[in-house]
Structure formats: C-alpha cells, structure tokens
C-alpha cells in the first residue's frame, strides 16, 4: 500500500466568545476562531487518511504552506502504516532548522492521516489499533473555563456536560489578577458540585513564587491538579515545586519535544504530563511518550484534540480521560459520542471522522 495523493485545506471555524485571553496583546482579546488545516491522504489501496491540526493566531498559513511544499514529499509513493520510519524521516528533513513549532505543528496532520489510513487498512478503529485498553473513558471539560469566562459564565457552559457524566471541569487561569484567579478558581469548585474533579492550568504564567502560593491555596478548596503554573523551560521551578507543593503537579502542554518529556518523568517531578499532539509532532511521538510514561507510573493527559484523544484513552493503558472540546464538533461527522457517562470512540475504521462538506463550504479560506 502506497500514498498516492495528498492534498490540504484550511478552514477557519468561529469560536464562541470568549474563548481565550492572548497575554502578549497589552489589550487582550479573546481570539474569534480557530483556523483548522486538514490533510486528505489517499492511497494505491483504496485507504483514505484524515489528519488534521489547528492554530490559534497566526501561523495556518505557513502550517498549510509547509505541508504542501516540504512535508507532503517526504511521504509520497510511501507505505502509510510506516509511521514510525516517516517521522523520524520528518524530523530529520528539520534537523538543521529545528523541527519544534510550525514544522511538528504541520507534520502532526499528516502523521494522523496516516494512522487514520493505518487502521482503516486494518478495518478497525484506531483505539483498538492501539491496543483497545478500554472501551470508553472519562472526560473532562475544557473549554467551558477559559479566560475571558467569569466563573458565572463557566458553570453555565460547563453544567450539561456535568449532567452527561464528565468527572470535572479545567479553569484556565492567568489574567494578571492572582486574588482574582483564586476568587474564580474557588466559584467554579464551589458551583460544580462536590464530586467534580478540577483541574487548574495556568500555561506557564506564573513564576514560582506565585505559583507555590496558589498550590497551598488550592489543597485547601480541593483542587485536584495545577496543570503547566510556571514556564517549561524552568526544570529548577518545576523539581522545587514536585517537593513543596501540596497539590499534585502536571506539566507538558508546552513541550515541544519527547526529551523534555522523558526527563520530567524519569525525574520523578510530575505525576501526570500532559502532551499536545499537534506541539509533539503527530500520534507517534505521543506514543513513546505514553510508553515512557506508563513504564514510570505517570499519567498521561493528552491536550484538547477529542476526536484523537479519544482513541489515544480508549487505546493505552496510561490515558485516563479525554479532554472535553468543541471547537471542531461541526467540521466533522462522526467521531467521539457520550455513553453511559463515558466518551467512546465511534464505530467505524480510523478515526471515525469524515468532513462536513456544508460546514467545510462556509468556512473554508
């Protein structure tokens, strides 16, 4: 089996508001639509993959450009289930470059189209693909408590997913106001019920000394993770915090790379990492991740991406929940569902996943 066609395309799909706060803008405002790039594989075999990745802010442009010029050869007249050889084949190609930022961004849609193709070859789901480690899987909602919502605004968003069995809500925090995170932080626990597992994540805004403080605040509500509080590149931060925080510490979803991942595990500093498969490169990376992850005892939490994350939780041992997102719920049909409290993949071979065509016509660039 071969690739013998691949094409892209890029939609820009509305966001309701608001989502989230950009902190580099010294007036923020929360972005209206997040831009999608699709990658359509074909092969000599009759097996269609559909990968995708997405941006907010600029980059989709280059993302979309970078494919079709540098990435798209590097797998042409290629076996698709060869995932692992046209990765590193990928890497390489970027080596001088670097291949972190928009380069793992782009190839992340391919190196899902191709697993996609690989278990649709196979006439299975991708969760089964991975090893079917479990039927379905809890999921957390993540887009309800952005920035931009006052805790008022994240119940409501969040409460008919509640009421479907999701185990807890993500509050992002980090507008520059640290009383008013807390506040917030104290309101969304509060009013999602005393059973709600939550989660914090502040995507490395904070410096340690803020970020220790606010871990004592949030054993004492029962905040069950603080998720990224200071900047990835701080190791120092991080393995201070694993010593003196009183609330459990989840890193990652700033990573751009495995080895940042392999040594924060192997360090013993974080119980739970949370990989971005658009940041990392695609599914594969991911995966050595995850075995490295499991070997440890740690959890791995992978970052918003449902429509993948649900194969990623259904499939591995290591994957407990599935972030809750709907910002592409109606660029496709198909994919995840909510059953009995739980997130399980749809039926049908790979992802499960085919295009809105309507949706796809209004929005595309």
């Avoid at 395309?9 to 706060?21: F, I, N």
């Avoid at 929360?30 to 993959?49: Q, S």
């Amino acid at each position: 089996m071969k690739v013998v066609n691949l094409s892209t395309d890029r939609l820009r799909v509305p966001l309701g508001k608001p989502a989230r706060v950009s902190l580099s803008d010294p007036k923020p405002a929360a972005p209206d639509a997040v831009d999608v790039v699709l990658v359509h594989l074909e092969t000599d075999g009759g097996a269609r993959g559909l990968g995708f990745t997405y941006t907010l802010g600029p980059g989709a442009a280059a993302v979309r450009s970078l494919i079709d010029t540098e990435l798209s050869p590097l797998v042409a007249n290629e076996d698709p289930r060869d995932a692992d050889r046209l990765f590193a084949r990928a890497e390489s190609r970027f080596r001088a470059a670097g291949f972190g930022g928009l380069a793992a961004r782009a190839y992340s849609a391919i190196d899902v189209a191709l697993w996609d193709a690989k278990a649709k070859a196979a006439g299975v789901t991708l969760a089964k693909l991975l090893g079917n480690a479990k039927q379905a899987a809890a999921f957390v909602i993540s887009d309800a408590a952005t920035l931009g919502r006052d805790a008022g605004e994240a119940l409501k968003a969040a409460k008919p997913f509640l009421k479907q069995g999701a185990v807890g809500i993500r509050v992002e925090i980090g507008a520059g106001d640290v009383q008013a995170d807390a506040d917030r932080v104290r309101a969304i626990q509060d009013g999602s019920g005393e059973d709600a597992w939550v989660a914090v994540t502040a995507e490395g805004r904070f410096d340690l000394s803020t970020a220790l403080a606010l871990t004592h605040f949030f054993e004492d509500i029962g905040v069950d993770v603080f998720e990224d509080p200071i900047p990835a590149a701080d190791a120092l931060g991080y393995e201070k915090l694993s010593r003196l925080a009183e609330v459990p510490i989840a890193v990652g979803s700033q990573f751009d790379t495995r080895d940042a991942f392999f040594k924060v595990i192997r360090d013993g500093t974080v119980r739970t990492v949370r990989p971005d498969v658009c940041r990392l490169g695609g599914i594969t990376p991911l995966l050595k991740v995850a075995a490295v992850a499991e070997a440890y005892h740690v959890a791995v939490s992978p970052v918003r991406m449902p429509e993948v994350g649900v194969h990623l939780a259904c499939g591995l041992a290591a994957v407990p929940h599935v972030d809750s997102v709907s910002w592409l719920r109606d660029v496709f049909t198909g994919g995840p569902t909510v059953e009995g409290g739980k997130m399980k993949p749809g039926a049908d071979a790979g992802l499960g996943l085919a295009l809105n065509e309507e949706a796809a016509a209004k929005w595309r660039v």
